[in-house]
């Protein structure tokens, strides 16, 4: 390789390929001896939650089939509005709903998905409910 790169792609490959820390072995083994189905199911129970949550409030959602996060389509907002400031893309609606919500969501643009954002049920139910219901009142009072 070029010597200018040289340093550059061993310290790549001493972290890639070598090196594993102590303590991260130690968690890859612990979560390999470690049963996984009662956490599947309490975040399967709250992925359906989620999904139904959203889609009997007329939101479209994507459910997922792993992780813990729910992509709420929100194109059908756009052009809605909040105290006469519109909701044009993921950004402008995630900034309205955090600030007169205060529910945090991550912006689908950064995923290449505008028309999206990302909710989080990596928390606890009373969370969830706390937050949906947030974001219920938040869209129910958007405006044409």
């Known amino acids: 390789a070029?010597?200018?790169?040289?340093?550059?792609?061993?310290?790549?490959h001493q972290y890639a390929v070598t090196s594993v820390p102590a303590f991260v072995q130690r968690a890859c083994v612990r979560a390999l001896e470690t049963d996984t189905g009662d956490v599947v199911e309490i975040f399967?129970?709250?992925?359906?939650?989620?999904?139904?949550?959203?889609?009997?409030?007329?939101?479209d959602v994507e459910k997922p089939e792993g992780a813990f996060y729910v992509?709420?389509?929100?194109?059908?907002?756009?052009?809605?509005?909040?105290?006469?400031?519109?909701?044009?893309?993921?950004?402008?609606?995630t900034r309205l709903l955090l600030e007169d919500s205060k529910v945090a969501v991550v912006p689908g643009i950064g995923f290449g998905a505008d028309s999206f954002v990302r909710?989080?049920?990596?928390?606890?139910?009373?969370?969830?409910e706390k937050g949906l219901s947030r974001i219920a009142d938040f869209v129910s009072r958007l405006t044409d």
């Open 119 to 128: 909710l989080s049920y990596a928390t606890n139910m009373a969370n969830i």
């Open 71 to 93: 992509m709420m389509n929100i194109s059908g907002l756009f052009g809605k509005k909040l105290n006469g400031e519109a909701i044009v893309d993921s950004m402008s609606f």
């Open 44 to 59: 399967r129970k709250r992925r359906d939650y989620v999904s139904q949550r959203l889609v009997d409030r007329g939101l």
């Open 2 to 12: 070029d010597a200018r790169l040289m340093d550059r792609i061993q310290v790549f």
